[in-house]
């Protein structure tokens, strides 16, 4: 499903009814999001209760749930209050894999694929802390990415006896090119390096990394190296998520970890 099918395929599944008259939309009722015509930035709006007292433009940070995943929390929050027990039962064999198939579907891949966690921080925490490393293996990861990544690859390191060596890919946002950033990190790469680490949108910056560029890179590296010491990519994506027409299965990465409480406009899926 394409992101600009999501809202309405969504909608033509659940419906729609009025928000309650407690939320400031301007709207008296909340259009059905299948009915939203390409191009209606309005109707498009009103399927979010936010509030008009303000433009909202940190949906980067915490994402407001629009009505028809509001319709879907409910739904299921309803259910497990009248019957539990049943509920949990009918569902809990098959339910991780729905949610692995329908998130494959949306972002690409396979189903397989998908690991469930909590967050982007437990991902990436799972990642990194399973890394096969030996003493003396580099990691090579950037000055700028999040400390969950920065921590959880020290504590590798330190049980491993793996070295870190944190690298800029860039000094000024403003004069950065596609070329010159995969040449800094062609650079940064030596004979002991095992890990690649790197963030796909830079929160400080705004800067998206061409991922797909640094993965043909690093593969070209690869095919001159015996399997035990392949290069593992691993990005970091939550920024990105959602708000990027992306297939991520064609990024080139082997690991890709993003939360969906930002652009995705939920919480609950990780890759």
């Given at each position: 499903?394409?992101?600009?099918?999501?809202?309405?395929?969504?909608?033509?599944?659940?419906?729609?009814?009025?928000?309650?008259?407690?939320?400031?939309?301007?709207?008296?009722?909340?259009?059905?999001?299948?009915?939203?015509?390409?191009?209606?930035?309005?109707?498009?709006?009103?399927?979010?209760?936010?509030?008009?007292?303000?433009?909202?433009?940190?949906?980067?940070?915490?994402?407001?749930?629009?009505k028809?995943?509001?319709?879907?929390?409910?739904?299921?929050?309803?259910?497990l209050?009248?019957?539990?027990?049943?509920y949990?039962?009918?569902?809990?064999?098959?339910?991780?894999?729905?949610i692995?198939?329908?998130?494959?579907?949306?972002?690409?891949?396979?189903?397989?694929?998908?690991?469930?966690?909590?967050?982007?921080?437990?991902?990436?925490?799972?990642?990194?802390?399973?890394?096969?490393?030996?003493?003396?293996?580099?990691?090579?990861?950037?000055?700028?990415?999040?400390?969950?990544?920065?921590?959880s690859?020290?504590?590798?390191?330190?049980?491993?006896?793996?070295k870190?060596?944190?690298?800029?890919?860039?000094?000024n946002?403003?004069?950065?090119?596609?070329d010159?950033?995969?040449?800094?990190?062609?650079?940064?790469?030596?004979?002991?390096?095992?890990?690649?680490?790197?963030?796909?949108?830079?929160?400080?910056?705004?800067?998206?990394?061409?991922?797909?560029?640094?993965?043909?890179?690093?593969?070209?590296i690869?095919?001159?190296?015996s399997?035990?010491?392949?290069?593992?990519?691993?990005?970091?994506?939550?920024?990105?998520?959602?708000?990027?027409?992306?297939?991520?299965?064609k990024?080139?990465?082997?690991?890709?970890?993003?939360?969906?409480?930002?652009?995705?406009?939920?919480?609950?899926?990780?890759?």
């Amino acid at each position: 499903m394409l992101r600009r099918e999501f809202l309405g395929a969504a909608g033509l599944a659940l419906g729609a009814s009025a928000y309650s008259p407690v939320t400031s939309l301007a709207a008296a009722t909340t259009p059905n999001a299948g009915s939203i015509e390409a191009g209606d930035w309005t109707a498009l709006r009103n399927l979010f209760p936010l509030t008009r007292d303000y433009i909202h433009l940190s949906t980067f940070l915490l994402a407001s749930h629009p009505k028809p995943v509001s319709d879907e929390i409910e739904r299921h929050r309803r259910s497990l209050d009248e019957n539990p027990s049943d509920y949990w039962h009918e569902h809990f064999q098959t339910i991780d894999g729905e949610i692995s198939a329908a998130a494959a579907r949306y972002m690409g891949g396979h189903g397989r694929q998908i690991a469930l966690t909590d967050s982007t921080t437990m991902g990436l925490g799972l990642v990194y802390s399973g890394l096969k490393l030996r003493p003396g293996d580099e990691i090579v990861q950037t000055t700028h990415d999040h400390y969950s990544t920065d921590l959880s690859l020290a504590s590798r390191a330190e049980r491993t006896g793996a070295k870190i060596r944190r690298i800029s890919l860039y000094e000024n946002p403003a004069t950065i090119s596609q070329d010159s950033i995969v040449s800094n990190l062609q650079k940064s790469i030596s004979n002991s390096t095992r890990v690649v680490a790197v963030t796909w949108v830079h929160s400080s910056t705004g800067v998206k990394l061409p991922v797909r560029a640094m993965a043909d890179a690093i593969g070209e590296i690869n095919r001159g190296r015996s399997e035990e010491d392949q290069i593992l990519f691993c990005v970091d994506g939550v920024h990105g998520f959602g708000v990027e027409d992306q297939d991520v299965s064609k990024l080139g990465c082997d690991f890709f970890i993003a939360g969906t409480h930002k652009w995705i406009l939920d919480r609950g899926v990780q890759a």
